[in-house]
């Protein structure tokens, strides 16, 4: 056994267990965090998203708006406003700070998709913003000669018929890059290619004569892997056009930015970081948690802490098990409230079991029917609290950001 006792360790990387482990780091806490995997913002937008869809339909204008919809029992409502406020200036001030600024806060913000709708969200890095192609007539969509899964024609069919750019031209528009090799290859490929002094370059090039002055582009997330706007600063002056990165099928880039800038500050702020293991046990004693032991490349191994912050996410982060019949959260075997009728048929419906999870008092704490708290020092952020149907709502990182943020404060 290590024999230092932290004050927090963190289960997950995921978007909670990363901004869990940042916010505790920066108030001065000594945190651990350990985790099996990636999490899926490795994969995912990055974007934001607080309240896309009310609760009994229709997208929000302000993700606000829709609190008084929100079921008991739904995580905003055990964060309160004021919380979710505070997370929301937190996560900006970080990504000002560490340079890869987000827009404020300011109402839904649309992102168009490479399925050729508009998606609201919240939280927006300025690249990914729709409202900047406000001013521009002509809307250039460019893709990249052989990359899968984005097709200008498709985005431009669909965005023409919109009432929303009833006044704009849509024009689908191809660039090559041979430089990346045979058809087939996704937008990271391209992302990387694009940090490079050539690929950048080549891109600029290629375009430059294809498209007006003044005009709007929307394109795949390709303008860097690394966390930063400078590809996105310079492709945009030496067009002279306001460009649009759009949110595409996994893996797509724009998370995988905001994941490298959180990890890099969890490295700055000293949080030690312990990868491929897994949490296989806890040791509790009187009502709290002492240890986990995890499992991993170097065998077995406890970890002691005085306060636990589990953000396991759900059935995909494994946070959640299921057999026949029967859910449970992974670490602590605490169960898990399952309503018939898991799922249902029609796919664009709330689906009960985006909403498992474990049930937590105003502390985030697991907590039993009468609220009262079992493990007083572990607390739950993120996906695996129950509650909230975030592909339904669109509130996944919302639930993460607030609820880290306020684990992290409760400390
Ligand atoms: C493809 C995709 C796109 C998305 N797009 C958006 C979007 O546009 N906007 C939005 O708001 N949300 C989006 N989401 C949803 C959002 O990403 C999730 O709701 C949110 O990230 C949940 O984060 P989490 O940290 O709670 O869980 P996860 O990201 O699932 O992370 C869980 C972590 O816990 C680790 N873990 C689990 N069990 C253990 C254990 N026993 N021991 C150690 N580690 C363990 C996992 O390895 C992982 O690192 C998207 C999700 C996906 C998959």
Redesign the pocket.
């Known amino acids: 056994m290590n024999g230092k006792i932290y004050d927090n360790i963190v ?7 990363l901004l869990n482990a940042v916010f505790s780091a920066s108030s001065g806490k000594s945190v651990k965090l ?8 490795t ?3 990055g ?3 607080l309240l896309g869809y009310s609760t009994v339909g229709g997208i929000l204008k302000d993700p606000f708006d829709g609190f008084s919809t929100l079921e008991a029992g739904h995580p905003y409502l055990k964060c309160g406003r004021a919380a979710i406020d505070k997370a929301v200036r937190a996560f900006l001030d970080i990504c000002d700070k560490r340079g890869f600024p987000y827009l404020p806060a300011n109402g839904c913000r649309f992102v168009p998709t490479a399925m050729g709708r508009l998606k609201p ?1 919240f939280l927006v890095p300025p690249s990914m913003d729709m409202e900047s192609l406000r001013g521009a007539e002509t809307v250039y969509v460019a893709g990249v000669d052989g990359m899968k899964d984005f097709s200008p024609e498709i985005i431009c069919g669909a965005f023409s018929s919109m009432e929303y750019f009833k006044c704009k031209r849509f024009e689908p528009l191809s660039v090559s890059l041979p430089e990346l090799g045979a058809a087939g290859f996704g937008s990271m490929e391209a992302a990387r290619f694009m940090d490079s002094e050539e690929g950048c370059s080549a891109f600029i090039d290629r375009l430059k004569g294809k498209i007006n002055t003044g005009c709007g582009m929307i394109i795949p997330p390709i303008l860097g892997s690394k966390p930063g706007l400078w590809v996105y600063e310079r492709v945009k002056s030496e067009l002279n056009a306001e460009i649009c990165e759009s ?1 595409v099928i ?1 893996p797509a880039v724009t998370g995988y930015r905001l994941r490298s800038m959180l990890m890099g500050f969890l490295g700055d702020l000293g949080v030690e970081l312990a990868e491929n ?3 296989i046990s806890a040791e509790v004693k009187n009502g709290r948690c002492i240890s986990v032991s995890t499992a991993g490349p170097g065998g077995v191994k406890s970890h002691r802490a005085d306060n636990f912050t589990v ?4 059935f ?4 959640l098990t299921s057999a026949a019949g029967r859910v449970w959260e ?2 602590f075997g605490l169960p898990v409230k399952t309503p018939d009728g898991w799922a249902s048929a029609d796919f664009s419906e709330r689906q009960n079991y985006s909403g498992f999870g474990v049930s937590v008092n105003d502390r985030l704490n697991a907590c039993d029917i009468l609220g009262k708290p079992v493990y007083e020092n572990v607390y739950f ?4 609290i129950a509650g909230a149907d ?1 592909p339904y709502e ?7 950001l607030a609820t880290s943020y306020l684990a992290a404060s409760l400390l």
Do not use: Q
């Open positions: 289960i997950g990387a995921g978007m909670a267990g350990i985790t099996a995997g990636a999490g899926s913002l994969i995912g937008s974007l934001i998203d969200s949110a996994p293991a897994r949490v953000a396991s996410g759900g995909y982060g494994g946070g992974s670490v952020a993120g996906r695996i975030s669109h509130s996944g990182n919302g639930v993460a």
